[in-house]
């Protein structure tokens, strides 16, 4: 039995990890459970799941949580199972991670909240299965470094790099020429460029083919989604950033390809199903027959590949740029992009000042650091609160 901490649970990558544990109960469990403040549904989970531990974020909703009957019951149809215990804020989650009895943490915070649990699960020596694109954006060369040191695997959860990952498994990393990352391109892909500006909330969360949490679905049609697996895959299979291209691929049929120095071209394809590549993770190195819909390869389908237009969509520049700069740079960009997503959601910037609030950021950090001195996680952090004391200023003056 494989004992789950899902860093998240409320989210669409956690209730999605948790049909994949509902659909294994005899090889999964899940042993604790994270949330910010979607106490409700952190609730149910419980209720069905009977995890040993809960984390809550939010100080006042945890209080509200120790007072939810629900909390204080057992679940997982075991009667007389008592409630989880139940855990506050940053240093709840990281208790959350590195409990004994975990054996496997699912990060998916959005943001850089799951960055230092995620780091400590790392030094515990949990196997790590990522779905937070932040992390290793912000912190790179700290989390894998940490990750060799303490010899624990990460196992991508990202349909795309979860797709290089197969793609890449027996080759020799010599033999690499380049690693292609396909992208939907969002609902906004056949806009016209003097359209972006007018583009609501609304509009930019219907995708056309993912079923995602806001943020990830708003940096999908910002195409930063794109920027940040560009800097995932650069450490994850340690790729230098010319090698790592990104196609517009709208049928989202190929997850991901992978081109080897005799121009044979290897390519992992699959439903649109987050569930696959999550099953993949918990299961790795095993291949699990699933219950999840198959893709059906005799239907009237096509592929198209495109590359992408950086005139219109500027974030996939910027973000080849943080990486390449290096530092604390990408920190920022992560930051900024948090911050301006989040503005726009609660409709105080309109879709075309992401771009530009993550530029200015990054302009003025550039501007006064020096890129030659040591990466630190303390450096790191420094970077995130600058950024948000900057982009707060800008986002105030309008």
Not at 80 to 102: K, M, R, W
Not at 143 to 158: Q, T
Not at 333 to 338: K, N, Q
Not at 346 to 364: E, K, V
């Amino acid at each position: 039995m494989k004992r789950i901490a899902i860093l998240g649970s409320t989210g669409s990558v956690g209730t999605q990890t948790l049909e994949v544990i509902a659909a294994f109960p005899d090889r999964y469990a899940a042993h604790s459970l994270t949330a910010r403040s979607r106490i409700d549904l952190l609730e149910q989970q419980c209720a069905r799941f009977g995890p040993r531990m809960v984390a809550i974020r939010d100080a006042e909703c945890a209080e509200r949580a120790k007072q939810a009957a629900g909390f204080a019951r057992g679940g997982g149809g075991q009667p007389g199972q008592p409630g989880p215990s139940i855990h506050t804020g940053e240093e709840g989650l990281i208790e959350a991670v590195t409990h004994p009895d975990v054996d496997l943490v699912i990060s998916a915070l959005p943001g850089s909240a799951g960055l230092v649990p995620t780091l400590r699960a790392i030094e515990a020596g949990k196997t790590i299965a990522l779905a937070n694109k932040e992390i290793l954006v912000m912190a790179g060369e700290i989390v894998m470094e940490s990750a060799r040191r303490n010899r624990v695997e990460i196992l991508p959860v990202d349909s795309e790099h979860c797709a290089v990952h197969q793609c890449l498994a027996g080759q020799d990393p010599d033999r690499i020429q380049r690693v292609v990352l396909t992208a939907s391109g969002g609902p906004f892909r056949d806009t016209a460029p003097e359209a972006l500006a007018r583009m609501t909330s609304k509009d930019a969360l219907n995708h056309p083919t993912w079923n995602m949490g806001q943020k990830v679905t708003i940096d999908s049609a910002t195409l930063m989604n794109k920027g940040f697996e560009v800097i995932e895959a650069h450490w994850l299979f340690g790729l230098p950033v010319s090698k790592i291209d990104v196609v517009i691929h709208p049928q989202s049929i190929i997850h991901s390809m992978v081109e080897m120095v005799d121009g044979s071209l290897l390519a992992q394809m699959g439903p649109t199903d987050m569930r696959i590549p999550i099953q993949y993770a918990l299961s790795y190195p095993e291949r699990l027959e699933s219950p999840w819909p198959r893709f059906d390869i005799t239907r009237n389908w096509s592929l198209t590949l495109d590359p992408p237009d950086e005139a219109m969509f500027p974030c996939l520049g910027l973000a080849y740029e943080a990486i390449r700069r290096g530092s604390s740079v990408p920190a920022v960009l992560s930051t900024a992009d948090e911050m301006a997503v989040e503005a726009f959601l609660r409709q105080r910037i309109g879709f075309t000042d992401i771009p530009r609030i993550i530029a200015d950021a990054m302009d003025r950090h550039l501007a006064a650091t020096d890129l030659t001195a040591p990466v630190t996680l303390e450096s790191i952090m420094a970077a995130d609160q600058w950024t948000r004391t900057f982009c707060g200023e800008k986002l105030i003056a309008g």
